[in-house]
């Protein structure tokens, strides 16, 4: 079992600073088994974090505290709690500015097409789920994705970013819902609500791809990279896999393009997605580099399946739907674990493990 001690400024609870020093394990399932390792300090209104003292989340985040630790593993809540009103309200002004300065051109000559995709692609985003067949959701997510394309024009807006803010939108949606979150009417929140966790969506999102940006630019380099780097590895890994791949002419580009353009989202319930990305926030390159060992235990896990496919269409079509639809936090946390012993074996020493 990995145990793991991290440093987070969680902010104001019940009237009180408090630092929280907490250890978790891979079987933590709620707040309490957080809060019963705490040890709280009533003054922490100047604490500066380094990147260095935050280490791995491997247990993931209760739902109570996951919408301020994902904006401060993001770098954009301030540690410094005097300075976090100030700078999300100039944060979240910034980004209502753009919106005012940008979003009329939607309709111009240059942008259209972009805007265009951008409509296509929001109700398929979550189709089976409620929340994001709402208009008003709909309309959050236009602004988002436009908003961030023509201010990253290197790529402008792929399809498959729309994706990416779904799990940041529903985190800090959370914040504000006791109920199901995928069942909730966001127009019954105020307005301000509305805006703040828009702006918040849009400037995590934009952090998380500044790191995989290389996925979306011209021929998507980035995607191409990693998926060689997904077949090298499995050939590695499991060479029985990989052979049965060559016999039946299985590209691993047919399968592993979507899981690296999408970051497995479109092969993970929601729910795991989000658990999933407690541990890629809190990992460096998580996004990236540790996403590739994510894929490779994740194709693995399905070993077993995968062998017993007889022809190329079985193989295709089993590797495009994989039966995840009842997996939990449990199923995560053993991906994870594994991801995390395959890092362990191969990333330092890749010419070692070379066959």
Known sequence: MIITQVHLVLGTIKGQSKMCSFVTQHNAKDVSSFEGVCNWHADCSNVHLLPDNLMLIWSGIPREVRPITWRLLSGYLPVNMERRDLVLKRKRDEYFGFIEQYYHSRTDETYKDTYRQIHIDIPRTNPLIPLFQQPAVQEVFERILFIWA????????????????????????????????????????PLDTQRN????????????????????????????NKVKALEELVSRIDEDIHNYFKRYEVEY????????????????????????WDTYQAEQEGFSHF?????????????????????????????????????????????????????????????????
């Open 253 to 276: 580009l047919q399968f592993a393009f979507r899981w690296m353009n999408n970051l497995l989202m479109r092969e993970l319930p929601l729910r795991c997605t989000i658990r999933l």
């Open 150 to 189: 023509i201010r990253h024009p290197a790529s402008g807006y792929v399809q498959g970013i729309n994706d990416l803010v779904t799990p940041f939108f529903v985190v800090f949606l959370s914040e504000f819902v006791e109920e199901d979150v995928e069942n909730f009417d966001v127009a019954s929140l």
């Open 291 to 355: 996403h590739l060992y994510v894929c490779a235990a994740f194709l693995i896990e399905w070993r077993k399946e995968i062998l017993s496919m007889v022809d190329f269409q079985g193989l295709l079509m089993l590797l495009q739907n994989l039966p995840t639809i009842h997996w939990g936090n449990e199923e995560v946390g053993l991906l994870l674990a594994e991801a995390y012993r395959l890092k362990y074996m191969f990333a330092d020493a890749p010419n070692h493990y070379k066959r």
């Open 197 to 224: 966790i828009e702006a918040d969506s849009f400037w995590c999102m934009t952090k998380l791809l500044d790191g995989i940006q290389d996925n979306y630019t011209f021929a998507q380099p980035g995607i191409q």
